[in-house]
């Protein structure tokens, strides 16, 4: 059964989350247009090998799920989601202490390296799951993100949803149990949210080199928006990072038992 969520307010937004779990206190940030638990749900990751060691903290990004958000592209780059992450972590009950360790995927990855960049006193160690398009590769596909935001403001989330084809993202996702997970924000809200994801980006290398906790970085194949050449950049530009990719259901299938071992 899934735990009750809570709410805290954090900069405007009052933002849900909850906790499974005991020990150390880990936070999961999930990607763009997902919510604190659908893509666990899609079978795209498995934490319980987390959850069985540490107290884990999902919770719905600002404008997501059960969490309120304005119409603002601004609200949704990845500095400002990083602040967002860092004002939740003040916020949560009960207190997670001085340290945490932190897992994202995709947007939810960049949302962490925002947030250590500003607090690097906060986190111990990161897990960063299939790290989204940055620098060059992301600048291209900008002009998609904003028609995605034009065509669901103009005729709604429905329209979006045709697009999507019915195939998995990557072969690592074959065995997962759905391929079109479902959108979870507003239409009022998502127009911002695919514009505030088209000016933001990472920040540059040097600023980077600068986190120096643990990181692993779990990349999968396949995936042009989720391109394995990302996870190969961070991994060469943060001094304590380690990649595994996954290119098969089997090698998918021990990313939730890496991570624990990862953040023990």
């Known amino acids: 059964m899934t735990p009750p969520f809570r709410y805290a307010d954090v900069r405007g937004a009052r933002l849900a989350y909850n906790s499974t779990g005991t020990g150390s206190p880990v936070i999961w940030a999930h990607g763009m247009n997902s919510a604190a638990y659908t893509q666990e749900s899609a079978g795209q990751f498995d934490w319980r090998p987390v959850s069985a060691e540490h107290r884990l903290i999902r919770y719905d990004a600002r404008g997501h799920g059960r969490s309120s958000g304005g119409t603002d592209p601004l609200e949704y780059t990845w500095y400002e989601l990083g602040q967002d992450l860092l004002g939740l972590i003040e916020a949560v009950q009960p207190p997670v202490g001085p340290r945490v360790d932190a897992m ?32 060059e590769t992301r600048r291209p596909t900008n002009g998609v993100r904003m028609g995605s935001a034009q065509l669901v403001q103009d005729e709604g989330i429905a329209a979006l949803a045709k697009l999507s084809v019915d195939v998995p993202a990557s072969p690592a996702l074959a065995d997962g149990k759905r391929n079109i997970t479902p959108i979870m924000c507003t239409r009022e809200v998502l127009p911002a949210v695919f514009r505030g994801a088209a000016q933001t980006d990472l920040p540059p290398r040097d600023q980077l080199a600068t986190i120096i906790q643990p990181t692993l970085i779990l990349s999968w194949t396949g995936d042009p928006t989720h391109p394995v050449s990302s996870g190969e950049i ?26 624990a071992d990862f953040l023990r």
């Open 234 to 259: 961070l991994a060469e530009a943060l001094p304590n990072a380690e990649l595994h990719v996954a290119d098969t259901p089997t090698d998918h299938a021990t990313w939730g038992q890496l991570a």
């Open 104 to 135: 994202g995927s995709s947007m939810g990855s960049a949302t962490i390296l925002s947030a250590v960049l500003t607090r690097r006193d906060r986190f111990r160690r990161l897990v960063l799951c299939n790290p989204p398009t940055f620098w």
